[in-house]
């Protein structure tokens, strides 16, 4: 029996067993509600967009980003000048430090001249030692507006460079956002999973990430029955994360994927309930302003055949 099948068939069963909650909640788009209601709705959204554009813009938000670069195993040497195996540019020492990679472990070591000044580790005095590097917490290296990260991806170690002055956030303008539609937020049948499983999820790199898969939101759109799978991020346990694509992205959003992010349905993971998906929060993956993120892309089951005209669209650089 197919994912989907099996689900229908669960919802069946709800109905037939008399949850007059089910019955009396269809889900479906979420039109009405009174003036004072919209009024707050909008607000709320407005605030929100605006939060997100300060985020996207910040000094360590994603248009900083100035590079990605893998480590091999050994010696990586760091810096501004061109003898390094990483070489930073815009403003930077020229010899920054040494990375050590080795097994699981990732070391920084002072490159001959000692560590440059102001280098700071997790912002304290830099100092020779183990980094942290991993998916949900990684050590930080910041050298004035400039910021290195490791992080760990399928097995291998990456350095994110950030870099505050660089010319994709001094040049930003602005994000570009459908106009608000209640007609696109929706109140969703939360069918859980029993038991939840591990989703495993494409990455524009090719890699996998398996994360909790822990149900479905089914909702209804024009009359059309449709079913988004999230999953749970690390370090997120209340956030349902929904990873998806719909056709607008052949025309004026983002061409791989948008994400959304919700709370908690009203009755828990593990129980049948309610869930709202507003598709005006649609947001665009970071992979959307930088070309050195590696972002994850949608499951077949995310992938919808209608359009979301709603959310953000694609990002003007």
């Known amino acids: 029996m197919s994912r989907n099948t099996g689900v229908s068939v669960f919802v069946l069963a709800l109905l037939a067993a008399g949850l007059g909650w089910l019955s009396a909640a269809p889900a ?28 996207i813009s910040a000094p360590d938000g994603w248009l900083t980003l100035a590079g990605m670069e893998w480590l091999k195993t050994g010696i ?16 930077a ?20 001249g000692g560590f440059p000044a102001d280098l700071l580790v997790d912002g304290k005095p830099a100092r020779e030692g183990l980094l942290t590097a991993g998916v949900s917490k990684s050590s930080t290296i910041g050298w004035h507006g400039m910021t290195l990260v ?15 002055n660089s010319a994709t956030r001094t040049g930003f303008h602005g994000l570009n956002w459908y106009e608000p539609n209640p007609h696109f937020r929706v109140t969703a049948l939360w069918i859980p999973f029993t ?6 999820i494409p990455t524009v790199i090719g890699t996998m990430l398996e994360l909790p898969a822990p149900g479905i939101a089914e909702f209804t759109l024009d009359g059309e029955t449709l079913r988004l799978e999230p999953v749970i991020e690390a ?9 998806l694509r719909d056709t607008t992205s052949k025309t004026t959003t983002y ?22 998906l507003d598709f005006n929060r649609l947001e665009n993956p970071p992979c ?15 992938r919808l055949p209608v359009a979301l005209e709603a959310g953000e669209q694609r990002y003007g650089h």
């Open 93 to 112: 020492p020229d010899h920054l430090g040494l990375l050590t990679v080795s097994g699981k472990t990732v070391q920084l070591l002072s490159p001959s």
């Open 28 to 55: 479906k788009a979420q039109g009405g509600g009174t003036t004072a209601d919209a009024a707050q709705w909008r607000q709320e959204l407005s605030a929100w967009r605006a939060q997100r554009g300060q985020e």
């Open 255 to 276: 061409q791989a994927a948008r994400f959304l992010h919700t709370g908690l349905p009203d009755h828990s993971l593990s129980q049948p309930g309610l869930l709202t």
């Open 235 to 243: 370090g997120a346990p209340n956030t349902l994360f929904f990873i």
């Open 150 to 164: 490791v992080l760990e991806r399928g097995g291998r170690y990456a350095l994110r460079i950030k870099d505050a």
């Open 76 to 91: 990586n040497s760091v810096g501004g000048a061109a003898d390094n195996h990483i070489q930073l540019h815009g403003q």
């Open 288 to 302: 959307a302003y930088t070309p050195y993120a590696i972002c994850p892309l949608p499951p077949d089951q995310n």
């Open 195 to 200: 038991p939840p499983h591990i989703e495993k």
